[in-house]
């Protein structure tokens, strides 16, 4: 099978250049929030995730011929892959978890942009920082509170 890769036009180049630089934003607020507080993946991680996999699924959508969504699955399972080694595990505690799971959920968001899905990758970025940002609130430790049996 041949496959080629299509000529953009100035204003279809414009808008995948858009693209990326919307996938880094989205990336660095998650990051910023995780930098925050600590966490040793930060802006620069999660910029370079949720970027890379817009630009991995734009170039995959660029190619006559192709089938993005392979793309798709290699970037879900590269990230994962990624994730694991943030993962550690000390006796009875695990740490990284977290950072794993919102790295691989934020490639989603890049991969979302890519197909030009704003909507749907704005959305899943305020979910990610909510998820992060809210077990910092009082209320929401009140809320989630391990309560022990008599």
């Not at 430790?141 to 391990?146: G, N, T």
């Given at each position: 099978?041949?496959?080629?890769?299509?000529?953009?036009?100035?204003?279809?180049?414009?808008?995948?250049?858009?693209?990326?630089?919307?996938?880094?934003?989205?990336?660095?607020?998650?990051?910023?929030?995780?930098e925050r507080?600590?966490?040793?993946?930060?802006?620069?991680?999660?910029?370079?995730?949720?970027?890379?996999?817009?630009?991995?699924?734009?170039?995959s959508?660029?190619?006559?011929?192709?089938?993005?969504?392979?793309?798709?699955?290699?970037?879900?399972?590269?990230?994962?892959?990624?994730?694991?080694?943030?993962?550690?595990?000390?006796e009875?505690?695990?740490?990284?978890?977290?950072?794993?799971?919102?790295?691989?959920?934020?490639?989603?968001?890049?991969?979302?942009?890519?197909?030009?899905?704003?909507?749907?990758?704005?959305?899943?970025?305020?979910?990610?920082?909510?998820?992060?940002y809210?077990?910092?609130?009082?209320?929401?430790?009140?809320?989630?509170?391990?309560?022990?049996?008599?």
């Open positions: 099978m041949i496959m080629m890769i299509n000529n953009l036009d100035f204003h279809e180049n414009i808008e995948i250049v858009l693209r990326v630089l919307i996938a880094f934003l989205l990336g660095a607020i998650i990051g910023w929030e995780r507080h600590g966490v040793s993946a930060g802006i620069r991680t999660y910029g370079a995730i949720c970027l890379g996999a817009c630009a991995f699924g734009v170039v959508l660029s190619i006559t011929g192709a089938d993005p969504s392979r793309v798709a699955a290699q970037v879900a399972t590269g990230v994962g892959f990624l994730g694991g080694g943030v993962i550690f595990r000390q009875k505690y695990i740490n990284g978890l977290t950072t794993a799971a919102t790295l691989w959920a934020t490639a989603g968001v890049g991969l979302a942009i890519a197909c030009g899905m704003y909507t749907v990758s704005i959305l899943t970025s305020i979910l990610i920082f909510l998820l992060l809210l077990p910092r609130l009082s209320w929401w430790k009140k809320l989630s509170a391990k309560r022990k049996l008599d």
